[in-house]
């Protein structure tokens, strides 16, 4: 799972707004949410995997541990439960909370593909090696 190590710049996104709605993110969160252009980077030790996600509105860090639920909170602020394994090449992540998402992460040649689910609203994030 090396392809997933390194700096990702940001290139495109596709229907977050729609998605953070379905999360009950609130409308100024959602048009801010919407507009950054986070860039990402991902480490990895062993099963230990750091993910720092640098935007102008905030950094977020998320350690974990591969297939070991640990106390999260998202950008936005909710509290839940997350959990990482890989599948099919797939970085996954199940939050679980007062909704239950799923996030994908997968690199396509020089480009880091995340996906996110919830209640059937998806949206996708496309970033870029550095």
């Keep these: 799972m090396d392809a ?3 700096k990702w710049e940001h290139v495109d996104v596709e229907n977050f707004e729609a998605f953070m709605k379905q999360l009950g993110v609130g409308m100024i969160q959602r048009k801010l949410g919407a507009t950054v252009k986070p860039t990402i980077n991902i480490e990895n030790n062993g099963n230990k995997w750091k993910i720092t996600v640098v935007s102008s509105v905030k950094t ?6 591969l297939d070991v639920e640990f106390d ?3 950008p936005d602020g909710r509290k839940v439960k997350s959990i990482f394994h890989l599948e099919n090449e797939k ?4 939050q679980t909370g ?3 998402t799923r996030i994908e992460r997968w690199v396509e040649g020089d480009k880091l593909i995340t996906t996110g689910e919830c209640e059937g609203v998806k949206y996708k994030r496309i970033n870029k090696k550095a």
């Design 4 to 6: 997933f190590i390194g």
């Design 91 to 94: 970085l996954v992540q199940i």
């Design 60 to 65: 977020i860090v998320t350690e974990f541990e």
């Design 98 to 100: 007062e909704k239950i």
């Design 72 to 74: 999260d909170v998202t």
